[in-house]
Each structure stands twice: as structure tokens, then as C-alpha cells.
């Protein structure tokens, strides 16, 4: 079973640019969330999917980000425009039912 | 929102030994507690996770127990080893969602 997919693996971009990360999930998994680390601290969380739905989005910074899933396969994260507080690790994880998620490989964003 | 805090920030031990990691949570609805091993490079990987209605659950040199009344949960890793070098993370789902409040990262060092 393929993983969860996160590309690219890093970006460097100047403020004000945009970025657009995207996640592949599991196939099959209806939840698809989106986390960010920022200079090594903890994980925070951005937003749910089910499917297409965005259940939760209580975490999203600001409206510089926006999240995309259509048709409930994979995902998108644009920021736009990029600030220097947006550096961080942006992790995409996806689950089925229960609890446990399975973590991609992340995206090292850093805005210059 | 759930508030979780995790000690000690850096471990480091001898191969051989063991290494503890604690977690406190705020939210005494809480009945699911994941932890999660991250390497370098790589995403958070689920390791080990327990449910409110068990005290203790081992997998074998890997543990977590669980202290209800105190809201708290730990990790013992037994018979560390250097591969056992790592970012470990608590989390805690927050009540009625999906999103998981995590704490903020051990650094494990095993020392050959």
C-alpha cells in the first residue's frame, strides 16, 4: 500500500510569492489533514477533510491559505502571498476510520 | 482546546537503557492517546497508541501507560537503541473533533 505523498519535499520562495503544496493520501482514506511545525516547535494542526469537505478549518492561520480537495483524492496548500512566519514543515496526513493517521514525508517551506 | 505538555525536551541515554517520556493533558473527556516517532527527514509515524479503558499496553520494548486521574500518559522505550534516536511526539485528540493536539517533541539521543 503506497503511503502519503507530499510534494515537493522542500521549497524556497521569496515573500510575497505564492506556493502551492499538495498531498496524495492513501487511497481510500476519507480524512486527509493538514499540520504545520514552525522553527522546531510542536505540530500544529490547519484543517480537515472528509472527502471533499472541509469539516474543520479552525487552524488555518489567516485567508493567505487556502486548502483544496477536489473530488476527495488528493489535496492542495496554496499560501499566497508568502510571509517569513510561513517557514516551517507542512505534514498532510490521511486516515480511514478510527484514530490513527499515517503521517507523509512533509514539505520544508522557507520564505525568503 | 486541549492543552498537552511534554517532558523532557532533550534524553539522552546509554544503549541499553531505558528512556521515559511524559505527557500531561487538560481534557479529562480524552480517551485516546497516540505517540509518534519522527526521524529525520520523515513524517511523524504512529509507534504506539492506547484507549482510556486500558491502564498499560506493550508492544514489545515499547510501552505506554495511561493515568486517568492525573491526566497523564507515558513512554517507555526499554533496551534503547541508537536507531531508537528520534523526535517522539504526544498527542491528544481534542473533544468532539479530529484534529490531534500534540505535544511539543522529545529529542532522543541513544548513545553507543
Known amino acids: 500500500e503506497a503511503g502519503v505523498t507530499q510534494f515537493p519535499s522542500h521549497s524556497v520562495i521569496e515573500k510575497g510569492q505564492t506556493v502551492t503544496l499538495r498531498c496524495d493520501p492513501i487511497s481510500g482514506h476519507d480524512n486527509l489533514y493538514w499540520y504545520r511545525r514552525v522553527m522546531g516547535k510542536e505540530i500544529k494542526f490547519l484543517l480537515h477533510f472528509v472527502k471533499e469537505s472541509k469539516q474543520d478549518e479552525s487552524g488555518m492561520p489567516n485567508n493567505r491559505f487556502l486548502a483544496e480537495r477536489t473530488g476527495g483524492t488528493y489535496s492542495t496548500l496554496k499560501v499566497q502571498p508568502a510571509e517569513l512566519e510561513d517557514s516551517g514543515v507542512y505534514f498532510c496526513?490521511?486516515?480511514?476510520?478510527?484514530?490513527?493517521?499515517?503521517f507523509g514525508s512533509g514539505t520544508r517551506l522557507t520564505v525568503v | 482546546g486541549e492543552n498537552v505538555e511534554q517532558h523532557p525536551s532533550t534524553l539522552s541515554v546509554q544503549e541499553g537503557d531505558s528512556a521515559v517520556i511524559k505527557c500531561t493533558y487538560s481534557?479529562?473527556?480524552?480517551?485516546?492517546f497516540p505517540w509518534y516517532k519522527q526521524e529525520l527527514g520523515k513524517g511523524p509515524q504512529l509507534i504506539i497508541d492506547i484507549r482510556s479503558n486500558v491502564g498499560e499496553k506493550k508492544d514489545q520494548r515499547i510501552a505506554v501507560t495511561l493515568n486517568k486521574t492525573a491526566k497523564h500518559f507515558s513512554l517507555h522505550i526499554t533496551e534503547t537503541q541508537p536507531e531508537d534516536s528520534a523526535v517522539y511526539f504526544c498527542a491528544v485528540p481534542d473533544t468532539g473533533r479530529r484534529a490531534l493536539t500534540f505535544g511539543s517533541g522529545t529529542r532522543l539521543q541513544v548513545q553507543p
Open positions: 481534557d479529562s473527556a480524552s480517551n485516546y
Open positions: 496526513a490521511s486516515s480511514a476510520l478510527g484514530d490513527g493517521y499515517t
